[in-house]
């Protein structure tokens, strides 16, 4: 009679831990599902502010930026995640300009870009869906002159 008065507290106090456990990690499971949901929202209403933005400044284009540059399309490929501005000068031609202008225009471009990213709190939304810019620059006959990239990760 002992032996199965033993055998059953032990099959209750087994019961009541595996209980207890479980009941601990459906609560930290459900704990990380509504974080997860929470950051997977947030990059979703972000990509979409992202989106929206991008309508914008196409409905504008060609927009003057001065200095003889022009936006003429901006893109936003979704799957990539990176926005694509596609400039123009009105002013130069490729043969006009030497290689060290084109990459001293490049360095100092990047950089004030770089700069405005880090500094605009109207970039929200970008930082939020973890955006890659890339810039491009066409001469006045739509020759490319250059191209950089700013990864996430530079700005983040």
Not at 18 to 42: M, Q, R, T, W, Y
Not at 82 to 91: D, G, H, R
């Amino acid at each position: 009679m002992k032996k199965v008065l033993r055998i059953t507290g032990v099959l209750i106090l087994t019961y009541i831990i595996i209980f207890s456990c479980n009941k601990l990690i459906s609560k930290k499971l459900d704990e990380d599902i509504k974080e997860n949901n929470k950051e997977f929202v947030e990059k979703s209403n972000a990509k979409t502010d992202v989106e929206k933005t991008v309508e914008i400044i196409n409905n504008k284009t060609p927009y003057d930026t001065g200095g003889g540059m022009y936006i003429m399309k901006v893109e936003f490929l979704k799957d990539r995640n990176e926005i694509i501005y596609n400039y123009k000068t009105i002013e130069k031609s490729i043969n006009e300009l030497t290689d060290k202008q084109i990459l001293d225009y490049r360095v100092s471009w990047r950089q004030n870009v770089l700069k405005t990213i880090n500094n605009n709190p109207n970039n929200e939304s970008f930082v939020k869906a973890k955006v890659n810019f890339i810039y491009k620059l066409e001469d006045k006959n739509g020759v490319p002159i250059l191209d950089f990239k700013i990864e996430f990760t530079e700005y983040s």
